[in-house]
């Protein structure tokens, strides 16, 4: 959905893709080459962490963010790599346990613009000028709050734990917004998606959940999502067995298909007890990473 390759003196980019293609499953996983020279080590490296920086990928998992964390740590700064470098000192790897302040405010704007006549922004009705809008995202299972003010035509005011930010889109490019936070500012890239927000912050990618529960504010601004908890599939690959069909009961850790990749098969269990009302793949279907194979109720 955004493909924003960094474009400077001593940067070269060889790519394969660009914004709205569509991915395909039997891709070559290196979609990317980043490439950074100058005329000594520090150079270069200022350029590859201002390049990482300002690479923005949305839509497709990605290991900008990685790599950034790499060329930010002190002994790769220092030139002392070696064969398990990584294993070493990454080898417990995860995503960022909390969101910048401005990926947040990002986020909750992004939640909110939808279309529709339930758009809270065109809802005047319903809320004083002026007054904040209550938002609720959720990040890795934690609860995100923050407090959203239409400032003019095209800004908003943010608010929450991390502080008060400025948010406003580039009216020219899609998914692109400045953010202020005091006398600094910082491009931020952001996509909706059918179960929250996708976000660009410096080179790192965090996906948002909405809170979609009766009444709160990203629920009427996006009126018709799924409130049904998908099974999405933990890799991607193709679905040889579905073992339940709609209207089954299903317990918890119960098998419910099998997904074939890289020569191996691997069973997908049910989170928990539920109802199955919809089943989004057939047999023999390639099912990307993090699709929803099915509802549960």
């Not at 005329?39 to 300002?54: F, I, S, V």
């Not at 302040?101 to 909750?108: I, K, L, P, T």
């Not at 191996?264 to 919809?278: F, Y």
Request: charged share 25%; glycine share 12%.
């Amino acid at each position: 959905m955004v493909f924003e390759p960094p474009v400077g003196a001593g940067i070269r980019n060889d790519v394969g893709v660009e914004a709205g293609l569509t991915v395909s499953l039997q891709y070559d996983p290196m979609l990317a080459k980043l490439i950074v020279f100058g005329p000594d080590r520090p150079t270069a490296l200022a350029r590859l962490r201002w390049a990482l920086k300002g690479y923005a990928i949305l839509g497709v998992a990605n290991n900008v963010g990685f790599l950034l964390d790499v060329v930010n740590h002190p002994d790769f700064q220092a030139g002392r790599t070696f064969t398990g470098f990584v294993k070493t000192h990454f080898g417990r790897y995860g995503l960022p346990e909390a969101p910048p302040g401005e990926a947040a405010a990002v986020a909750a704007v992004a939640a909110l613009k939808g279309p529709g006549p339930k758009d809270p922004w065109r809802a005047d009705a319903w809320r004083l000028p002026g007054m904040p809008v209550p938002v609720r995202l959720n990040y890795q299972g934690r609860p995100v709050e923050v407090g959203v003010r239409r400032i003019g035509q095209d800004g908003w005011r943010v608010d929450s734990a991390a502080g008060s930010f400025g948010v406003r889109p580039d009216p020219t490019r899609t998914g692109r917004f400045t953010v202020e936070a005091g006398p600094e500012r910082k491009v931020v890239w952001a996509v909706r998606t059918p179960s929250g927000v996708e976000v660009c912050c410096e080179g790192h990618r965090y996906v948002f959940e909405a809170d979609r529960r009766p009444g709160s504010a990203v629920a009427e601004a996006t009126p018709g999502a799924r409130t049904f908890e998908g099974l999405v599939a933990p890799l991607p690959g193709v679905l040889v067995r579905l073992q339940v069909r709609e209207g089954d009961r299903v317990e918890a850790l119960q098998p419910v298909a099998v997904l074939e990749a890289m020569k191996m098969e691997h069973v997908v269990n049910a989170p928990r007890s539920g109802t199955v009302r919809r089943v989004y793949f057939q047999e023999g279907d390639r099912v990307p990473k993090g699709a929803v194979l099915l509802d549960l109720e």
